[in-house]
């Protein structure tokens, strides 16, 4: 069962800005490493969807929001739902070029690497250490508090599973004496780092160190965008496993459609049980 206090974070619309266009709140003061989370936003029309709503009234301690809206410049809506959010949060804005607009190609990547050039710009100037996490927050997705907890600790690049991805109930990384030695999943377990954008958390501290990391649209095969970030930051043996050794699903892919478990095996595989 989905924890009774769990959060969704969806998609308005768009993707990511330049980094002097930010608009944020005053800075929390203290030693204690904050939580970044990345958001790109794709147009729609009306009110914010209900998981936006549901945002304003959750508090997560020392968060800050960068959500990225995919357009030439931040639209009314979305301004006026950032100022109402209650979290201190960062509005961007950079347009989705039309040709990476088609059916099958990634979504949110110039949105992500416009929020990755903001926190390093922000950042390039004040002294290491830098405490911090950055999680990217899809639009589809419903979060449980816990998982907040958990990314804290993160020391380079931390892992847990997600649910309803691959067309399974759940992936994850496969653990065995708190180090990943493979991937459960239901799409090309031969990927580098078989796992999904929800799936991950990275030190602020590794972001700045890689200045030139970035998620990539040429080379870039479909469905291998974590992967090739990943890549530039890290190796599988340094993965840091979370959630009860990555036994523990906290956040999941809530589409407002029917579940697709075309890939879930007619016979349990996997050497846990997970509870979904």
Same mark, same amino acid.
């Given at each position: 069962?989905?924890? *009774? @206090?769990?959060?969704? #974070?969806?998609?308005?619309?768009?993707? +990511?800005?330049?980094?002097?266009?930010?608009?944020? @709140?005053?800075?929390?003061r203290?030693?204690?490493g904050? @939580?970044? @989370?990345?958001? =790109?936003?794709?147009?729609?029309?009306? !009110?914010?969807?209900?998981?936006?709503?549901?945002?304003?009234?959750?508090?997560?301690?020392?968060?800050?929001?960068?959500?990225?809206?995919?357009?030439?410049?931040?639209?009314?809506? &979305?301004?006026? /739902?950032? +100022?109402?959010? =209650?979290?201190?949060?960062?509005?961007?804005?950079?347009?989705?070029?039309?040709?990476?607009?088609?059916? =099958?190609?990634?979504?949110?990547?110039?949105?992500?690497?416009?929020?990755?050039?903001?926190?390093?710009?922000?950042?390039?100037?004040?002294?290491?250490?830098?405490?911090?996490?950055?999680?990217?927050?899809?639009?589809?997705?419903?979060?449980?508090? %816990?998982? /907040?907890? !958990?990314m804290r600790?993160?020391?380079?690049?931390? #892992?847990?599973? #997600?649910?309803?991805?691959?067309? *399974?109930?759940? !992936?994850?990384?496969?653990?065995?004496?708190?180090?990943?030695?493979?991937?459960?999943?239901?799409?090309? +377990?031969d990927?580098?780092?078989?796992?999904?954008?929800?799936?991950?958390? &990275?030190?602020?501290?590794?972001?700045?160190?890689?200045?030139?990391?970035? /998620?990539?649209?040429?080379?870039?095969?479909?469905?291998?965008?974590?992967?090739?970030?990943?890549?530039?930051?890290?190796?599988?043996? %340094?993965? %840091?496993?979370?959630?009860?050794?990555?036994?523990? &699903?906290l956040?999941?892919?809530?589409?407002? !459609?029917?579940?697709?478990?075309?890939? %879930?095996?007619?016979?349990?595989?996997?050497? &846990?049980?997970?509870?979904?």
């Amino acid at each position: 069962m989905h924890n *009774r @206090r769990s959060f969704q #974070v969806s998609v308005i619309s768009g993707e +990511a800005a330049r980094p002097n266009n930010a608009e944020m @709140r005053p800075r929390e003061r203290g030693r204690c490493g904050r @939580r970044h @989370r990345l958001t =790109g936003t794709e147009g729609s029309c009306g !009110e914010p969807p209900p998981y936006l709503q549901l945002l304003t009234s959750v508090e997560v301690s020392r968060l800050q929001w960068i959500l990225v809206e995919d357009a030439a410049a931040r639209s009314e809506l &979305v301004t006026r /739902f950032v +100022a109402g959010a =209650g979290l201190p949060c960062t509005h961007l804005h950079v347009p989705t070029p039309r040709r990476y607009k088609r059916p =099958g190609l990634p979504r949110a990547t110039e949105q992500r690497n416009a929020g990755l050039a903001w926190l390093r710009q922000r950042h390039q100037h004040l002294p290491p250490p830098q405490p911090g996490v950055l999680f990217f927050a899809d639009d589809d997705n419903t979060y449980s508090l %816990e998982l /907040f907890q !958990e990314m804290r600790t993160t020391r380079k690049v931390s #892992v847990w599973p #997600v649910g309803l991805v691959g067309g *399974r109930r759940y !992936e994850r990384p496969l653990v065995e004496n708190g180090k990943v030695v493979g991937w459960y999943t239901g799409w090309r +377990a031969d990927r580098p780092f078989a796992i999904d954008m929800a799936g991950f958390a &990275v030190s602020l501290q590794v972001i700045l160190s890689h200045p030139k990391a970035v /998620f990539k649209r040429r080379g870039s095969q479909p469905g291998m965008q974590e992967s090739d970030f990943l890549k530039q930051i890290t190796t599988v043996e %340094e993965l %840091e496993p979370k959630a009860n050794n990555c036994t523990k &699903v906290l956040v999941w892919h809530t589409r407002t !459609e029917k579940v697709n478990l075309a890939n %879930e095996p007619k016979y349990h595989l996997d050497t &846990v049980n997970i509870e979904v």
